[in-house]
């Protein structure tokens, strides 16, 4: 069970370079979201999704895309990167709450993709 | 506009002492609460939860208080351990059906000293 897997763990885009940050959790999660985290600005909601195809803006979403063709994967694209997108991202899932289900309310966290812009 | 804000960056502790961490939120829809660990280049990891519904709820050395009417929690924990040390995020979810969207706070630096 490896619980939610982020790639790459490090890259460094040029400005205007796209990139697609991967995200994929084995545990049957319908909720996804990503996060970044930056120096005093704690965790920031980005994107995130209630299910397949199903996806919503969080706190922070301009530049970034997402979608969910699937219950498993939830990619976060960059289509033209910029320096202000430099940060480290964490995508996190859990259950849907209305299921009723032990530990539904609770985030589980990937280890994180470091992304640097230059 | 910061709907949750932790307003001490960092948190210094002796060993064998109580460490209090606070978190201050503003929109009373919140109705869940979370409170994560995050140990350097790695995830977050979940260690209490509180619903509104409640004033207190308690893990091992974990303890957590929620005061509704002044929107704020705060974390005990008992007694601090060198291990303890980490950044600690608080985190609030609105009553949304079926999502949570967690906005959390900036963090508090915690370090237990030996």
């Known amino acids: 069970n490896a619980g939610v897997t982020q790639t790459p763990k490090f890259q460094v885009l040029k400005t205007g370079q796209s990139m697609t940050l991967q995200c994929a959790q084995d545990?049957?999660?319908?909720?996804m979201s990503w996060y970044r985290q930056d120096p005093g600005m704690g965790l920031r909601l980005i994107h995130y999704s209630v299910g397949a195809g199903i996806t919503d803006q969080g706190e922070v979403p301009n530049g970034y895309n997402v979608s969910r063709s699937t219950t498993e994967d939830f990619p976060l694209r960059l289509l033209s990167a910029a320096p202000s997108q430099t940060s480290v991202y964490f995508c996190a899932s859990s259950y849907n709450r209305l299921r009723g289900v032990r530990g539904a309310n609770v985030l589980t966290f990937g280890a994180g993709s470091r992304l640097t812009v230059l | 506009d910061q709907q949750v804000k932790q307003n001490s960056p960092s948190l210094s502790v002796q060993e064998g002492r109580i460490s209090i961490l606070n978190c201050d939120y503003t929109?009373?829809?919140?109705?869940?609460f979370l409170w994560y660990k995050k140990y350097p280049a790695e995830g977050p990891t979940f260690l209490i939860s509180?619903?509104?519904?409640?004033d207190k709820n308690e893990d091992g050395r974990f303890t957590v208080f929620l005061n509704k009417s002044a929107k704020h929690l705060s974390l005990h924990i008992v007694p601090s351990q060198p291990g303890d040390s980490a950044v600690y995020f608080c985190a609030a979810s609105p009553t949304t059906s079926g999502t949570y969207k967690y906005i959390f706070g900036t963090g508090t630096r915690l370090k237990v000293l030996a």
């Open positions: 509180i619903s509104s519904i409640k």
């Open positions: 545990m049957n999660h319908e909720y």
């Open positions: 929109n009373s829809m919140f109705d869940y």
